[in-house]
């Protein structure tokens, strides 16, 4: 209360001193309460301090530790895409057309399977544009055939969507993959899809927020090769936490595995190491890969953790390496 408020509660006490006293009175209450407030507002802070510190402890522990399983790995079927990022973490806007060979695809995935006895959460088919492979829909068999309990998503802008016959329709509904597009200010008619995929009983929910645009993050690299591996493994959102398998080898991250796209573009020659990744034909069994995806890799030298940043809105790449640069 504000001493006009109090003024008007007394105002009615016919005694001076009495109703000075009672002003008084509520004057002090109100200047505890407001102190209690005061105070309450810094221990909410200090718990709040706390409970970030701790979650942010949780998180690095938990990327060092290695875990019982894999909660999920990235395959990208298709290297190449039809939209135009700016700054992409796959590398997708500079690559060329390229696939996942589907024979060796289903080696990995059966290699993958042995190692794991199908204890991997979920797989998510991606790219690129992983609908670009005019194939997409076999691959799905593929992993539904060993993995049968896993969850299968497919990652994708959603442009091509509208454009799949019905052998693609019927092969997401036979092997219960979920479809999880991420939404870009782009034009699609996304009703439409949902009408399909319900026609079909197949699963739509978006990757990213329905009603929030996909934003550009910038992806700053250190060219030199200078940054410190350890801090950048264990504060990246990426490292043990978006595993990418291609051509039987497994990284912590997908930088490393798409860099190929930078280094023939720019002419660069970022080195992927045989420590950046683990062999799965060579891995003697789950516990040795669930080991190396908690250590920090030589590559993530390269990677400027502290500087990634969102810019705001989505943006079209330019193609030019000041996308990857602390450079303006």
């Not at 200047?31 to 701790?54: A, D, F, G, M």
Request: net charge positive.
């Amino acid at each position: 209360m504000d001493r006009k408020t109090i003024d008007n509660i007394v105002w009615w006490i016919p005694l001076k001193k009495l109703r000075n006293s009672v002003r008084e009175y509520l004057l002090e209450i109100n200047n505890l309460n407001n102190k209690l407030e005061q105070i309450n507002n810094k221990v909410n802070i200090i718990e709040s301090t706390i409970y970030n510190n701790y979650m942010d402890l949780y998180g690095k522990i938990k990327k060092l530790t290695p875990q019982g399983y894999i909660d999920f790995i990235d395959i990208d079927i298709a290297r190449h895409c039809n939209l135009n990022c700016y700054s992409c973490n796959h590398f997708s806007q500079l690559a060329k057309e390229e696939y996942y060979d589907i024979e060796i695809f289903e080696n990995d995935i059966k290699r993958l399977y042995g190692l794991s006895n199908g204890l991997i959460k979920k797989f998510h088919i991606l790219g690129g544009e992983p609908l670009l492979n005019i194939n997409c829909k076999d691959y799905f068999y593929v992993v539904r055939k060993y993995f049968k309990y896993s969850s299968i998503w497919l990652i994708t802008n959603g442009i091509l969507l509208p454009k799949q016959d019905e052998s693609f329709w019927l092969s997401c509904k036979k092997n219960n993959v979920e479809i999880h597009p991420t939404k870009y200010p782009i034009k699609i008619d996304w009703d439409n899809i949902k009408r399909i995929c319900s026609n079909y009983n197949v699963v739509l929910s978006f990757f990213n927020n329905e009603h929030v645009l996909k934003e550009s993050v910038k992806t700053i690299l250190n060219l030199d090769g200078t940054s410190n591996v350890f801090d950048n493994f264990i504060n990246c959102y990426l490292a043990n936490n978006c595993l990418n398998l291609h051509n039987g080898k497994l990284f912590s991250c997908g930088l490393p595995a798409n860099i190929n796209a930078f280094n023939n573009h720019f002419s660069m020659n970022i080195k992927v190491t045989e420590q950046d990744y683990i062999d799965i034909y060579k891995a003697k069994d789950y516990n040795e890969i669930l080991q190396f995806l908690a250590k920090p890799m030589p590559f993530c030298r390269y990677c400027d953790i502290t500087k990634w940043h969102g810019i705001g809105k989505w943006e079209t790449s330019k193609r030019n390496i000041e996308e990857y640069t602390n450079n303006n």
